[in-house]
């Protein structure tokens, strides 16, 4: 019962290292998968993610196995 | 269809050319092209060198994701596109996008949208390295 956490550019830098994923127990959205990995309660509105490699907005739900990855805008071309 | 993710320096004619030749000659009218090069300059600073991130998987995914909509939007034949990533100097190539299509308008047009697509949705991050040393995260794209 897990969830696979990414986290890319500045947000990796920024938060510890190590977290890679967190348990579904009790988890509903992206939201809460950001909550339970930084142990923080809000995730920053400039922060982007995605589920299982497509783009998702932070209310859409998750589930057991899925992988979650948090980023901020991109900036490539 | 193709996604290129090049570690290294590429060559923007030679990768044209590539593609141009998979497709069988006569079969298209009309090739266009952007490239986007690095500069040594941003936001006011001298830029000596930049590192691109990437998460892999999404990059691909999201790429492909682009020219089948390009496919299905515009009447054309093929694309190709061609992203650096790891680090890259000034003067480097960072992206191609190449359409070819029997006829000018549906090119022009799908190879603007695949780098308008590209840029708002591929998961890539700039690091820049100043003349200082410093390093900083682009935060976002020019406009255009």
Avoid at chain 2, 47 to 71: C, F, N, R, S, W
Avoid at chain 2, 73 to 83: C, E, Q, Y
Avoid at chain 2, 111 to 125: D, G, N, P, V, Y
Wanted: glycine residues 6%; contains cysteine.
């Amino acid at each position: 019962m897990a969830i696979k956490v990414k986290f890319f550019a500045s947000l990796r830098e920024q938060l510890p290292e190590g977290i890679n994923q967190v348990d579904a127990d009790g988890i509903e959205t992206i939201s809460d998968v950001w909550e339970r990995a930084t142990s923080t309660q809000l995730m920053p509105s400039h922060v982007l993610c995605s589920v299982n490699l497509e783009h998702r907005e932070p209310h859409e739900s998750v589930s057991d196995g899925d992988e979650v990855a948090f980023f901020p805008p991109v900036t490539g071309g | 269809m193709s996604v290129q993710l090049e570690a290294d320096s590429f060559d923007p004619a030679v990768e044209i050319a590539r593609f141009e030749a998979t497709l069988p000659a006569g079969s298209f009218g009309a090739t266009a092209s952007f490239v986007g090069t690095m500069r040594h300059h941003n936001e006011g600073d001298t830029v000596t060198a930049m590192t691109l991130e990437h998460y892999p998987e999404m990059t691909e995914k999201q790429l492909q994701g682009v020219i089948d909509e390009a496919k299905s939007r515009w009447d054309i034949i093929d694309a190709l596109i061609v992203h650096r990533v790891g680090d890259i100097l000034p003067g480097n190539p960072i992206v191609l996008t190449a359409v070819c299509s029997a006829h000018r308008a549906a090119a022009f047009d799908a190879c603007r949208f695949l780098m308008e697509a590209l840029k708002s949705r591929a998961t890539f991050w700039k690091k820049e390295t100043l003349a200082s040393g410093e390093t900083r995260w682009v935060e976002k794209n020019t406009p255009g």
